[in-house]
Structure formats: structure tokens, C-alpha cells
């Protein structure tokens, strides 16, 4: 990756964990669950609000690193107005994306997203990048319960 794209990457990682986006406790949650990273103990609590299939509303507290709140922050802007479906398929992409696994090109729903596919050669970023994912998933799940991301 050149230099200047690098500089981009990290820009938009900086602004989102600066100034996450959809950050703090929902007053009202029809969904929440919360992601715990055994490795450094931090945590993510996502909470959503679906109106029918399609998620209304989504927002996240943390306490974790600069990738994770990045990570967070970009998935709530990217999942509202989602059906549950759609959000697990990004998911799927996204994981694809920071585990470097094959057949996941660029994708237009991918572009911001794109910006934290550096943690794929760092196993233990992986697990930052992935936390609010993971409760993500496991609220949409219905799972009122704690999720690791191993
Ligand atoms: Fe804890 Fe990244 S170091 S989530």
C-alpha cells in the first residue's frame, strides 16, 4: 500500500475513534448485547432498534482502542436502515476483510470499511477490529449475553 493511502486509512481510523459516531448508551434498545475481548479487556456494548426486518437504529458504548472504536463507530453509520440479513452479510464481508481470506475484492459497500484491512496481518487487531461486529451479530441473534471474539 503507498504511502499516501496509508495516511488516508489512518485519518479516517483517527476521526472515527476521535469522534465515534452513534457513541453511548441507548435510553431505549429493542437489541443489545455486549462483545468482550479477552486479550486486553476491553468491551462493546451494541445496542439496536429494529422496525420490523430493518434496523432502525444502532449505537454503541466502549471502552477500547483506537481500531476498535473505529471499527464500532463505522459499523452503526453502515447498518442503520439495514434489513438483519443485509447486516449479517456485511458482517461476513467485513470479516472476510480483516482475516484476509480470498474473494473479497473492492466493493463499493466496503470503500470505508477498507480503511482497517491493515489488522489482517496482525492476528491480535483482529480481534479489535471484529468486537463490535461479533455483538453485532449476537444482539440481532437475540443473544442478551456476553460475546468473545474467539
Ligand atoms: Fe482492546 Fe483493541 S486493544 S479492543
Not at 504511502?3 to 475513534?17: K, N, R
Not at 444502532?58 to 483506537?66: E, L, N, P, T
Not at 473505529?70 to 442503520?80: F, P
Not at 479489535?128 to 441473534?141: F, G, K, N, Q, Y
Request: some cysteine; hydrophobic content about 40%.
Amino acid at each position: 500500500m503507498n504511502d499516501g493511502l496509508t495516511d488516508l486509512y489512518q485519518e479516517v481510523i483517527l476521526d472515527h475513534s476521535r469522534n465515534p459516531r452513534n457513541f453511548g448508551p441507548a435510553e431505549e434498545a429493542d437489541r443489545t448485547a455486549r462483545g468482550n475481548n479477552p486479550l486486553c479487556g476491553d468491551r462493546v456494548t451494541v445496542f439496536l432498534n429494529l422496525d420490523g426486518d430493518e434496523i432502525s437504529d444502532a449505537q454503541f458504548d466502549a471502552r477500547g482502542c483506537a481500531i476498535s472504536l473505529a471499527s464500532a463507530s463505522m459499523m452503526t453509520e453502515m447498518i442503520k436502515g439495514k434489513s438483519v440479513a443485509e447486516a449479517k452479510a456485511l458482517f461476513e464481508k467485513f470479516h472476510a476483510l480483516v482475516t484476509g481470506k480470498n474473494g473479497v475484492g473492492a466493493s463499493p459497500d466496503l470503500a470505508e470499511l477498507e480503511t482497517l484491512s491493515g489488522v489482517k496481518n496482525f492476528p491480535t487487531r483482529i480481534k479489535c477490529a471484529t468486537l463490535a461486529w461479533h455483538a453485532m451479530v449476537a444482539a440481532l441473534d437475540g443473544a442478551d449475553e456476553d460475546v468473545k471474539t474467539e
